[in-house]
C-alpha cells in the first residue's frame, strides 16, 4: 500500500493566523495537491475549514469576512492520497472531541505499526472515520486521556507508544503544539515573525510569510505555545540514531528551503558534481527533467564542463507526477507537464539528468520524446542510487514488485527506458554531500535496505 507525504503550518498568537496559515499552505503545495485544510481558534473555540483540491481551490471559496474575524492560532495541512482513500474524511486536519476540548492535528509521515494499532483500537472498540494514521494517534490519546485533564498530557502518551514518521502541529482551546518523533524522519521548522511562533515543514513557508528561520524542532521533542504566548518545550522519547529523509533532499523539498538545517539548493548541486565525478559521459548537453532535476543538472554541468541548456519546457501548471495517485494520471500528467525544445536538442547527444527513477514510466516517456524530437543520443544520469525498496516513513513509493530497479539490473533499466546509456550516483557518493548533518543521522532505505525501525505489518 502507498504512503503518504504532507505539508503542516502552524502559526500561534496572531491577529491573521489563518491568512499567514494559508500563505504557508501556498508555499508547500508542493507536499500535497489533493486536499487542504485549516483550523483555527478564535474567541476560544476550533473552527475546522478543509476539503478536495489545491490551497486556491478550497479556500477562496470562503468568504471574506471569515478571514477578518478574531482569531488568535491556525494550523494546516497539504495532502496527497496514497496512504488513505482521495476523498474530504481523510483531508486534514484531523478533529476529535476531548470532553470540552477540541484537539486537530495535522500531520507529516507514516507510522510504521499503523496496521498494528488500528487492528487494536477496533478489537477495543474503536469507530474510525477515515482510514489515516493521524486518527490512530487520536483514538490512542483519547484511550489514555482522563476527563477533566488537557488533551496533551493523553497527545504525549500516544506519541511515546507509536513507532515510524511523524511531524505534527496539534491545536485545541488550550493552545498549540509541534512534535517530531524520536528519528526526525521528516522535517519540522520553527520561526518567528516577531512575537509570533510559526512551525512549518519547510523553511520556504516562513519566508512567504516573513518570518525568521530559528531552529528546527528536535527529534523526540514536543513544543506547546499557550494562548499568553508562552513556550515550553521538552522531550518525550529519544532514540540513539537519527534517521532524516536524505529523499527530502533528493526530490521532496523545495531548493529554496533548509531542511535538516542544510540547503536543498547546495545539496543537489553538489550531487551533480559528485555524479559527474562518479558518472561521466561524452554528450553536447547537459539538460534536466524539471524542476526536481534542475540544480543537479547545474552541478553535473559545472563538473563536466558540458554546456547546460534547458531542453525541456515544463508547464508550470500541471502538478507534481510522482504524487498522482494512479499510473494513468501520472502518465497523462507526464505528457502535458513536460514537453522537449526541438532547437536545443536536434541533432545532439543529450546527457538527461533526474532526481530519481521510480517506476520507469515517466522515464521511458522522457526519452522517447527527446528521440522524436531529434535527440541523437540519450544518456540518463540520476542524482540518486537505485529504488530497491518501498518507504514507510512517509514517501510515496510502492511495493517492491512495483520498483523497477527492484526487479532489473541498471542495464536492464536502461533498455526498458531506451536510453543510450543509464548510471546512478552511489550511495556513499549521496551520502558524501551532506554536509551540516552527520551522513550517518540520514534515512536511506529505500536505496539500501537498512530500516531504522521494522516495520510492523
Request: proline share 5%; with cysteine.
Amino acid at each position: 500500500m502507498l504512503k503518504e507525504a504532507c505539508g503542516i503550518f502552524g502559526v500561534a498568537n496572531h491577529p491573521n493566523a489563518a491568512a499567514l496559515t494559508r500563505l504557508g499552505l501556498f508555499a508547500l503545495q508542493h507536499r500535497g495537491q489533493e486536499s487542504a485544510g485549516i483550523m483555527v481558534l478564535r474567541q476560544g473555540k476550533c473552527e475546522l475549514q478543509k476539503g478536495m483540491g489545491l490551497v486556491a481551490d478550497v479556500f477562496d471559496r470562503l468568504p471574506r469576512e471569515w478571514w477578518k474575524q478574531p482569531q488568535q492560532m491556525a494550523i494546516g495541512h497539504v495532502r496527497y492520497s496514497t496512504y488513505g482513500g482521495s476523498n474530504v474524511a481523510n483531508a486534514q486536519p484531523f478533529v476529535v472531541e476531548f470532553d470540552k476540548w477540541r484537539l486537530g492535528l495535522a500531520h507529516n509521515g507514516t507510522l510504521s505499526d499503523a496496521a498494528h494499532w488500528r487492528n487494536h483500537l477496533k478489537r477495543g472498540g474503536s469507530l474510525f472515520q477515515g482510514d489515516l494514521d493521524t486518527e490512530i494517534i487520536l483514538h490512542i490519546a483519547a484511550h489514555h486521556h482522563k476527563a477533566g485533564d488537557l488533551p496533551w498530557d493523553a497527545l504525549e502518551y500516544a506519541l511515546k507508544n507509536i513507532e515510524g514518521a511523524y511531524s505534527i502541529v496539534g491545536l485545541c482551546e488550550d493552545g498549540m503544539i509541534a512534535a517530531r518523533d524520536p528519528f526526525g524522519f521528516r522535517p519540522l521548522c520553527m520561526g518567528k515573525l516577531d512575537d509570533t511562533v510559526i512551525f512549518a515543514s519547510e523553511t520556504s513557508a516562513l519566508d512567504i510569510v516573513g518570518a525568521k528561520y530559528v531552529r528546527d524542532i528536535e527529534p523526540g521533542e514536543i513544543v506547546h505555545v499557550s494562548n499568553d504566548g508562552n513556550i515550553r518545550s521538552k522531550f518525550f522519547a529519544f532514540s540513539k540514531k537519527r534517521a532524516h529523509c536524505i529523499f527530502e533532499l533528493v526530490y521532496f523539498s523545495r531548493p529554496d528551503s533548509r531542511v535538516f538545517t542544510e540547503s536543498v539548493y547546495e545539496i543537489r548541486k553538489n550531487f551533480g558534481r559528485q555524479l559527474a565525478k562518479e558518472c561521466p559521459v561524452k554528450a553536447d548537453i547537459v539538460v534536466p527533467v524539471p524542476d526536481s532535476g534542475m540544480y543537479a543538472a547545474l552541478g553535473y554541468s559545472e563538473a563536466s564542463g558540458i554546456p547546460f541548456d534547458l531542453g525541456i519546457m515544463r508547464n508550470h501548471y500541471v502538478g507534481r507526477t510522482f504524487i498522482k495517485p494512479s499510473p494513468e494520471d501520472r502518465k497523462t500528467a507526464v505528457n502535458m507537464k513536460l514537453n522537449p525544445i526541438r532547437e536545443a536538442i536536434d541533432g545532439k547527444s543529450v546527457c538527461l539528468v533526474e532526481d530519481s527513477i521510480v517506476r520507469g514510466n515517466t522515464s521511458k516517456e522522457r526519452v522517447r520524446t527527446l528521440r522524436e524530437n531529434g535527440a541523437k543520443e540519450v544518456h540518463m544520469r540520476i542524482s540518486c542510487p537505485p529504488h530497491i525498496q518501498p518507504c514507510y516513513f512517509g514517501i510515496d513509493f510502492p511495493s517492491a514488485d512495483e520498483l523497477i530497479a527492484n526487479n532489473s539490473t541498471v542495464a536492464e533499466i536502461a533498455k526498458i527506458i531506451d536510453a543510450d546509456t543509464l548510471e546512478y550516483l552511489s550511495l556513499d557518493g549521496m551520502l558524501s554531500c551532506v554536509r551540516k548533518t552527520k551522513s550517518a543521522d540520514y534515512c536511506h532505505a529505500c536505496f539500501s535496505g537498512d530500516y531504522p525501525v521494522k516495520p510492523k505489518l
